[in-house]
Every structure is written in structure tokens, then in C-alpha cells.
């Protein structure tokens, strides 16, 4: 006669809990966190730059406002066709005045609030020993009527960017200056608070599995 063994199952053996999986951060949650550092370093720069232009010509008006003794320029007149024209931006250099040459572009403040950006065609000498700038737009007839003492000199033009004028203003524009501020930060701190979510995510998952009962 045959006899059939059953096997009981323990109440341990019921209750025993099923492996977790582990879980690792998504391809998305990867890509949004390089994405956010990428954003991060492409606009942080140009933050810091337009914040520090928007702060120093706050705080000196009818200056040119530099960063590391670089400023931009925006050309408004046709005046140096055809080195630069109208909406091209240009890069001046603060330099020493005392010793510029003939054919340099300057940028000069004419003494009625407005910055003129003219090639340097000669000089004369005061009695004093210090330098008059003679200065003139290469499409100009004439030169300028007033000779540039040194002391009004802001710089010599170093680079000239064609239409780069019209991004200047883009840029210039104060929603535009708090959005170039604001948005890197937040994707910074939103990279923090992802990373530091997925974290705290796998150590609660590494603490789980060594509360796991472990099978005799």
C-alpha cells in the first residue's frame, strides 16, 4: 500500500519574505542631473557677467562698465564703417592712455554723457608734455572737432563681433539679466536636491536588505 509523505510548511517558512530587487537611479534621473550641470556652467558665466555690468553701471553712471577690465560696447551710428557698424558690439580693453598709437580705435568720453568709439589719426603735445588725441570716423569727412586728452579715454577696441549689439541689448534687458541669475541656480540646487534624493533612496534600500531575515 502505497503512502503518500505530505511536507508541513512552518509558520517561518509562510512568512518568509521575497528578495527585494534593487533599484539603481534611472537613465532620466542621469541625464537631468548631467543636463543641470551642463546648463549650470554654460550660464553661470554669463550670470556673474551681466550682473557685474548691471551693478557697476548702476553704480557709475556714464562709465563704461568692465569686467576684468573688459567692457562691451554697442555701436549705434555708422560712423567707422567699415571697420564696425550699426549693432555690431564691440570688446574695449582699459588701457594706459598716455601711450596709444596712430591708428588705434578708442573709446572716449566726449564730455556730454556718450561714449565715441574713433581711430586715432595723430596727436599733439601740450606744454605740460601730456597727449591730445586727433581722432576720426574712418566714414567721417572730417575729424573730430575736439582733441581726447588722456583723461578721457575708457580703452582700446580689441574685438569687433558683427550683429553681437543686438544680443547685448537682448541680454541687457532686466527680466532677461533675473532669469540668467535666477535659472542657474535653481537647476544647481535642483541637481543637489536630485542627487541627494537618490542618496538617502539607496541607503534605505542597503539598510533594508541587512534587516532581511537571512534563510537557515
Known sequence: MEHESETELTPEAEAKPEPKAKQTPGIKHKIGIIIGILLCLVLLPF?????????????????VATVLGV?????????????????????????DATALNIRDIIAYYDGKGTVVTHRIIGYDITDSGARLYITKGDANN??????????????IVVRVIPGGGKVMRFIANPVVTVIAIALPLALF????????KITQKKGKEAVADID?????
Open 47 to 63: 550670470a556673474v557677467v551681466g550682473s557685474t555690468l548691471a551693478v557697476k553701471s548702476y553704480m557709475y553712471p556714464g562709465k
Open 71 to 95: 567692457g562691451p560696447l554697442v555701436v549705434d551710428t555708422g560712423s567707422m564703417r567699415p571697420a564696425f557698424k550699426e549693432n555690431d558690439l564691440i570688446l574695449m580693453r582699459e588701457t
Open 142 to 155: 572730417t575729424q573730430d572737432r575736439n582733441p581726447v586728452p588722456a583723461s578721457r579715454v575708457a580703452g
Open 189 to 196: 540646487y535642483g541637481t543637489i536636491a536630485l542627487r541627494k
Open 212 to 216: 532581511e531575515p537571512q534563510p537557515e
